[in-house]
């Protein structure tokens, strides 16, 4: 399948996984790489620019194919080494960012200039169009479907992509909800010219996660995730569980008086307890409504493969014979 984004990262399928804090090492981007899509390691979830530097040659060692890096832009208290984040993917040869969160214009001309295209999550079609003005190659498009942050305007898939399309001139995937091949060919229909995948590739056999996090996917249904931190605007959309419970409780009990500290103890530092060990209550963990649509866990080939072979029988037959009669 040829589209705009198989061809901007020189993948063979329109499939992207998506940069995950503590799932995105080298043996998933690697296997999503090798299987025809485009695998993202999350430079975050490293570190220091070093370890990045080691993942990337890590991952070199298991594919010859284009995988990508995320990196997420976010205020902090301790900013994160950027510019040495940024060398380490020029350095490591690495042709395509996910870039996440705040806006990337200043490290734009760096990454262009080394010949790197540039994909960013957008929540909202305004802010897709300023990635667009400033230079980004190709937008995610994330509908408030999708696990982690959504925005603020929950705005579902069914309206946000076709209005995207409407507005954009640059490529952009489909992310929140997409599971099978049927996402993909409703992504393509509703404008989309791929999907990116999170929650989907967690449940993957090379997922390097712990089993009790797979197997929490996949006995989830569409009812399971909740949103948190919407009072202090950085709604994320989480798997339900006791942590997720509590810190829900918070909220409504401190109401617009909550601040970020009454609820570290439920969302800061829990991903090692949960992705290493297998902690499912140590806290809140994003997760899409998608959950409800992963009933098994196989390799990322099988998985792509199963995609791919859906979504163009999908287009090839179901739908042309509606047409065709």
Known sequence: MKTRITELFGIEHPIIQGGMHHVGYAELAAAVANAGGLGIITALTQPSPEALAEEIRRCREMTDKPFGVN??????????????????????????????????????PILKENGIKVI?????????????????????????????????????????????????????????????????????????EGMNMGTRFIATQEAPVHENVKQAIVAASELDTRLVMRPLRNTERVMNNAAVERLLEKEKRLGASIKFEDIVEEVAGVYPRIMKTGEMD?????????????????????????????????????LTKMING
Request: hydrophobic share 45%.
């Open 282 to 318: 140590a806290g809140a963990w994003s997760c899409g409504m998608v959950a409800g649509l992963i009933h098994d866990i196989p390799s990322v080939q099988e998985l792509i493969d199963r995609i791919m072979a859906e979504a163009e029988g999908i287009i090839r037959e179901r």
């Open 120 to 192: 960013h999550k957008c929540t909202a079609v305004r802010h897709a169009l300023k990635a667009e003005a400033i230079g980004c190659d190709a937008v995610s498009v994330d509908g408030f479907e999708c696990g982690g942050h959504p925005g603020e305007d929950d705005v579902p898939n069914f309206i946000l992509l076709p209005r995207a399309a409407e507005e954009l001139k640059i490529p952009f995937v489909a992310s929140g909800g997409m599971a099978d091949g049927r996402s993909l060919a409703a992504a393509l229909a509703l404008g989309a």
């Open 71 to 108: 990196l997420t832009f976010l205020p902090s208290v301790k900013q994160p080494d950027y510019p040495g984040y940024i060398e380490a993917i020029i350095k490591g040869g690495v042709k395509a960012v996910e870039t996440a969160g705040n806006n990337p214009a200043k490290w734009l």
